[in-house]
């Protein structure tokens, strides 16, 4: 079994930096994908950026702003996040796959994300 346990978030002024920090415990070694998710309120969940099997990918609305990295020494997977903008406020929850493809079986509880204009 795997935990994951988000950190980091906080109130931030738009073109603001912050960097969160996803946790891993257990067998994390088999964790092939990660990735990070948010959702904003009254919006469906949305992928922001997933890095597998050493590529990374991200949402067109990040792209060139948000950062994702993952340290397999300490378990940690990290989103920076620079130039915020107001529309990035959400919760952000970190998910973790021991597949290439399909659902996510490993969710964190998530961290508010509030950006100020």
């Known amino acids: 079994q795997v935990q994951l346990v988000e950190s980091g978030g906080g109130l931030i002024q738009a073109g603001g930096s912050l960097s969160l920090s996803c946790a891993a415990s257990?067998?994390?070694?088999?964790?092939?994908?990660m990735a990070w998710f948010r959702q904003a309120p009254g919006k469906e969940r949305e992928l922001v950026t997933i890095?597998?099997?050493?590529?990374?990918n991200y949402a067109d609305s990040v792209k060139g702003r948000f950062t994702i990295s993952r340290d397999n020494g300490k378990d940690t997977v990290y989103l920076q996040m620079n130039s915020l903008k107001p529309e990035d406020a959400a919760v952000y929850y970190c998910?973790?796959?021991?597949?290439?493809?399909?659902?996510?079986?490993?969710w964190g509880q998530g961290t508010q994300v509030t950006v100020s204009s």
């Open positions: 998910a973790g796959s021991r597949f290439m493809g399909g659902s996510y079986e490993y």
């Open positions: 257990g067998r994390t070694s088999s964790l092939y994908r």
């Open positions: 890095t597998s099997g050493g590529s990374t």
